[in-house]
């Protein structure tokens, strides 16, 4: 993973933006849902003691990733893309 970009603590807009080759890392504060809206995003979990290792994935256009509250993600744009950081439906 190239370029690091860390974010603030501070809720995210409603849609996010990463170049090619850019990083973020999020923890969500409540439940989330990561929809990607254009692009193609490389999302890696963070690590909990006591569970499997997180598998990578590869998320296109469409695709929603679930987080829970206090869970973590690493993505990697593998193209100009973005993505919205939603709470979940009641």
């Known amino acids: 993973m190239s370029q690091r970009h860390q974010s603030s603590e501070a ?3 409603a849609q996010w933006h990463l170049a090619r080759g ?4 999020r923890v969500a ?3 989330r849902v990561l929809r990607v809206r254009q692009g193609a995003l490389w999302a890696t979990r963070d690590a909990r ?3 499997a290792p997180s598998d ?4 296109g256009p469409g695709a929603e ?5 206090g869970e973590g993600v690493v993505l990697e744009a ?3 893309s ?3 950081w939603l709470e979940p439906a009641r």
């Not at 850019?22 to 890392?25: A, E, G, K, N, P």
């Not at 990578?56 to 998320?59: A, K, N, R």
């Open 29 to 31: 504060p409540q439940a």
């Open 65 to 69: 990733l679930w987080l829970a509250r």
């Open 78 to 80: 593998f193209e100009p």
């Open 11 to 13: 809720l995210p807009p």
């Open 82 to 84: 973005a993505f919205e």
């Open 56 to 59: 990578d994935l590869v998320l």
């Open 22 to 25: 850019q990083t973020l890392h």
């Open 49 to 51: 003691v006591g569970q």
